[in-house]
């Protein structure tokens, strides 16, 4: 079966940089778009940044410029490198199968088995 592994997140200061890490097994993950989510309380997920086999990236507004997404088929790992960080980047992050749909980043329709995500918090 499909899991997700998603780690790296943290406490960080504004301006500070993380990069995330996430690992899937059970699925083609070498074929699959794939791409990073973000839920903060209260708040509906979001789409953060995909990326297709053939490494074409999609980022989120607020993502371009600060956010470098990439993957290693070799390791069925994706990377999320975030720069810059604000207080509204505050949030679990998910990983998961993704759909691009013009500005639009989604889960994969048929995608049911998220990760535990990771915490990203930025604070002073």
């Known amino acids: 079966q499909v899991k997700i592994v998603e780690s790296g997140g943290e406490l960080v200061q504004p301006g500070g940089s993380l990069r995330l890490s996430c690992t899937a097994s059970g699925l083609p993950f070498d074929d699959r778009t794939m791409g990073w989510f973000r839920q903060a309380p209260g708040q509906e997920r979001e789409g953060v940044s995909c990326?297709?086999?053939?490494?074409?990236?999609w980022h989120a507004g607020f993502a371009q410029g600060r956010f470098t997404l990439s993957r290693d088929n070799g390791k069925n790992t994706l990377y999320l490198q975030m720069t810059n960080l604000k207080p509204d980047d505050t949030a679990m992050y998910y990983c998961?199968?993704?759909?691009?749909?013009?500005?639009?980043?989604?889960?994969?329709?048929?995608?049911?088995?998220w990760g535990q995500g990771t915490q990203v918090t930025v604070s002073s």
């Open positions: 990326i297709n086999k053939k490494a074409e990236v």
């Open positions: 998961a199968p993704c759909q691009v749909f013009g500005p639009r980043l989604v889960p994969h329709q048929t995608f049911r088995t």
